[in-house]
Every structure is written in structure tokens, then in C-alpha cells.
T-cell receptor, first 114, second 114 residues
Framework: DVKVTQSSRYLVKRTGEKVFLECVQD?????MFWYRQDPGLGLRLIYF???????EKGDIPEGYSVSREKKERFSLILESASTNQTSMYLC?????????????FGQGTRLTVV | DQQVKQNSPSLSVQEGRISILNCDYT??????FLWYKKYPAEGPTFLIS?????DKNEDGRFTVFLNKSAKHLSLHIVPSQPGDSAVYFC?????????????FGTGTRLQVTL
């Protein structure tokens, strides 16, 4: 059974804090992604990674950075959390181009910045 | 610029009837289209996909139709069941050259009533 695990289901952080969201997958997938989901906006891609130490910006990378030191782990970093980063964050993984199209998602992290 | 659009934020259907969810896209380079289902406080789960070279794919109660000339796809669920009540996201895959990524629509909330 495929598994993408996000370290926290719920987080509450203060404005200005540095926040780390962790994601681990056990499917040996090359690609990993971070999305955020907001009402009326759907899922928007923040960053993705296609290999260890490799990353690309998605559609809304401002205020975020990522780290991928091991194939199975992909971290999203909020350098200085702001209230407009309150959202549901979703991690996903998939095979590389040419493989199955679907991405597998974690259960999500509901982040509240106060 | 929203490349994948779901123009109906919500849909209510009676149990046993057909549910039709619609999606439009603008990018001709998308090579796969997918539907995901999402329950509250959970990550999206993959439902069904279709290659851009096909016009129909069926899996049990779920059928996806693709009209490339109109840049339109639809998901048909028949018969609809109460457990189908969820938010449905349309997604489209594109190849960035280094990885394939999914672009999502804004979602349609389906409610199946008794």
C-alpha cells in the first residue's frame, strides 16, 4: 500500500516564526510536490523536486523554500510565517515523466498562522 | 492565469441519478487528465485518468470523457451514491522537461442526497 506521510495534521504558529513541514514517501518516487489548498482557489503548486537536491518553483513559491536531501523526504520551509500562509498544505509524490500520471497525496497539514 | 477551470463550485444530485462534473482547460500541451476526490481533512485520492489520445475511459461507476477540440473533459458518476459526496478536482499533467507536474482546477463540491 503506497504511503505519503506528513509529519503533522495540525499546526499553529506565530507570525514571523520559521516553520518546517515534513513529508516522507515510501514508494521510491523521483518526483515530490508541495501544494496548498485554499477555498475557491483549488490546489496550487508551491515547489516540486524531481531528484535529490533538485527543485523547481511552482506557481506560488514566494515566501517558501524547500529541501530534499534524501529521495524519500521533502521539506517545505516557511522562512517567516505570515497570516496569509494559513492554509491546508498537501505533499504528493509521483513517478517521473513517462510513468503513471497520478500523484499520491499525504493526508495534509492544516497550518494556522496567528 | 487559470489553465484548468471548474466553473461549477457545487452540484447536488439525488442518489441513484447521474452526476456530471465538468472541467475546461487552455493548455494544448497537457498529456494526461485526472480526477481526484477529496474528503474534508484528508488528502486527495486518485479516481480516474485519461490520456490525451483517448476520448473515453471507464472504471466501474466512473467514466471520464475528453473532447480535445473543445478542451473540455467531464466525469460521469452513475449511479451516484451518498459516499460520493466530496470535493472533486480536475487535474492536468504537463511535462516541464525535468519532471511532470499536475495543474489542478478549483474543485466542485458534489452532494448526493437521499
Amino acid at each position: 500500500d503506497v504511503k505519503v506521510t506528513q509529519s503533522s495534521r495540525y499546526l499553529v504558529k506565530r507570525t514571523g516564526e520559521k516553520v518546517f513541514l515534513e513529508c516522507v514517501q515510501d514508494m521510491d518516487h523521483e518526483n515530490m510536490f508541495w501544494y496548498r489548498q485554499d477555498p475557491g482557489l483549488g490546489l496550487r503548486l508551491i515547489y516540486f523536486s524531481y531528484d535529490v537536491k533538485m527543485k523547481e518553483k511552482g506557481d506560488i513559491p514566494e515566501g517558501y523554500s524547500v529541501s530534499r536531501e534524501k529521495k524519500e523526504r521533502f521539506s517545505l520551509i516557511l522562512e517567516s510565517a505570515s497570516t496569509n500562509q494559513t492554509s491546508m498544505y498537501l505533499c504528493a509524490s509521483s513517478l517521473p515523466t513517462g510513468g503513471f500520471a497520478e500523484a499520491f497525496f499525504g493526508q495534509g497539514t492544516r497550518l494556522t498562522v496567528v | 492565469d487559470q489553465q484548468v477551470k471548474q466553473n461549477s463550485p457545487s452540484l447536488s444530485v439525488q442518489e441513484g441519478r447521474i452526476s456530471i462534473l465538468n472541467c475546461d482547460y487552455t493548455n494544448s500541451m497537457f498529456d494526461y487528465f485526472l480526477w481526484y476526490k477529496k474528503y474534508p481533512a484528508e488528502g486527495p485520492t486518485f479516481l480516474i485518468s485519461i490520456s490525451s489520445i483517448k476520448d473515453k475511459n471507464e472504471d466501474g461507476r466512473f467514466t471520464v470523457f475528453l473532447n480535445k477540440s473543445a478542451k473540455h473533459l467531464s466525469l460521469h458518476i452513475v449511479p451516484s451514491q451518498p459516499g460520493d459526496s466530496a470535493v472533486y478536482f480536475c487535474a492536468a499533467r504537463s511535462d516541464t522537461g525535468t519532471a511532470s507536474k499536475l495543474t489542478f482546477g478549483t474543485g466542485t463540491r458534489l452532494q448526493v442526497t437521499l
